[in-house]
């Protein structure tokens, strides 16, 4: 089992930013994705960014794309979010996952860390 922690949320004004990162450790020779969901309050939870072991398969949710930036270092079996012209609609606790196959779905998701929280404000 894949477990991993994520670290980095806080709270910023608009148009800030944020990088998250998220160790794994586990079975990660088993992984193939790694990527990052997140839930707003009174929300579903909803895929943001996923990235393959290679880096050659990135992957964003609509309404990040150009703000968002999703990367890893495979050395350190951690992952990276850096979140930039964050928006008040980026509130969120954010997740970082691990999966064998590409989804969006919550469904495909092996292991999910705690979650850390990020609060933009207006």
């Known amino acids: 089992q894949v477990r991993l922690v994520e670290s980095g949320g806080g709270s910023v004004q608009s148009g800030g930013s944020l990088r998250l990162s998220c160790a794994a450790a586990?079975?990660?020779?088993?992984?193939?994705?790694m990527g990052w969901f997140r839930q707003a309050p009174g929300k579903e939870r909803e895929f943001v960014a996923a990235?393959?072991?290679?880096?050659?398969?990135?992957k964003y949710q609509d309404s990040v794309k150009g703000r968002f930036t999703i990367s890893s270092d495979n050395a350190k079996n951690t992952a990276y979010l850096q979140m930039n012209s964050l928006k008040p609609e980026d509130t969120a606790v954010y997740y970082c996952?691990?999966?064998?196959?590409?989804?969006?779905?919550?469904?495909?998701?092996?292991?999910w860390g705690q979650g850390t929280l990020v609060t933009v404000a207006s």
């Open positions: 586990g079975r990660t020779v088993s992984t193939s994705f």
């Open positions: 996952t691990a999966s064998n196959y590409y989804s969006r779905s919550v469904n495909s998701v092996s292991s």
């Open positions: 990235i393959n072991w290679n880096g050659n398969i990135i």
